[in-house]
């Protein structure tokens, strides 16, 4: 039997909504950790992202005129730009490097909010993340946030007017995959707004368990840049998100304790 063009056609149907803006892809990626410019731009077009993250501390986006800027290879145009406040250890440094994001950009305010509590773990302070989201928040900005993998935590940036939350899976960085997919799950019944897991994806299968468990999107740097083949793996990525979020839509089968034959027994001929 045919499979009707609507069901086959549920993705194209289906844009990640953030902040009012429609979006074909649900993967975000970062542009750092690449070997050069060129390698970043070939791996954010196999990706197929339509949002990218910049490090404001780290990556020239017009701050140094004479050194070559993110912005020609991957036009504002073309790509939805997502400033973070990576490296920021405190809520003054997080709304000082999104206030000067919003400059840069000439009045941008969607923004990525991270504030980090130590420098081994890469976990999140939540205390000053939240403190810092409330200023921005009344400031104008539109805060897609990363936070721990606390429901609790989680509801309560959605209700304060954060636009996108954002747990970890696992340690920025560390590509051990999700860690804890009960809590993910958890946050992810109880959403107001898209939850995007963020950080700890190392390769594709992680990208898929995470929209399986019905995350809206997936936010992922190093396991794209430090693949041998960063290209390839944007590639795999891009096959990934697409495959989980189908399969969560289309609602996998129950769990069974045994097995069940795949032709029914019964109805037989002999």
């Keep these: 039997m045919a499979v009707p063009a ?11 909504v953030i902040a009012g803006k429609s979006y074909r892809s649900r993967l975000l990626v970062g542009t750092g ?18 949002i990218v993250t910049v490090a404001i501390r780290r990556t020239n986006i017009g701050q140094n005129p004479h050194e070559s800027s993110l912005l020609d290879v991957l036009p504002p ?3 939805t730009y997502l400033p973070n406040t990576a490296g920021c250890y405190n809520a003054d440094d997080a709304i000082r490097t999104c206030r000067l994001a919003r400059e840069l950009l000439d009045g941008h305010d969607l923004v990525k909010l991270e504030v980090l509590g130590d420098e081994k773990t890469l976990y999140p302070d ?3 993340t939240l403190k810092a989201a409330e200023i921005l928040i009344k400031d104008g900005f539109k805060v897609m946030v990363y936070t721990t993998d606390d ?11 954060c636009v996108a939350v954002m747990p970890l899976a696992a340690p920025i960085g560390s590509g051990l995959g999700i860690r804890n997919p009960f809590n993910i799950r958890f946050i992810v019944e109880e959403a107001r707004v898209p939850i995007l897991v963020d950080a700890g994806v190392g390769t594709a299968s992680d990208a898929a368990i ?3 468990l019905g995350c809206d999107g997936v936010l992922m740097n190093t396991a794209i840049a430090a693949a041998q083949n960063p290209v390839l793996m944007a590639s795999a990525m891009k096959k990934a998100i697409e495959a989980g979020r189908e399969a969560y839509l289309a609602g996998r089968m129950p769990r ?3 097995g069940t034959p795949s032709s029914p027994l019964g109805g037989t001929f002999f």
């Design 6 to 16: 609507k069901t086959l056609n549920t993705l194209a149907s289906d844009p990640l």
């Design 33 to 50: 950790k690449y070997r050069d410019m060129e390698e970043t731009r070939l791996a954010v077009e196999a990706s197929g992202a339509e």
């Design 77 to 79: 145009k073309r790509y």
């Design 126 to 128: 939540v205390p000053q």
């Design 151 to 161: 429901p609790i935590m989680a509801k309560r940036f959605a209700e304060m007017g």
């Design 210 to 212: 995470a929209m399986e």
């Design 256 to 258: 069974k304790q045994y």
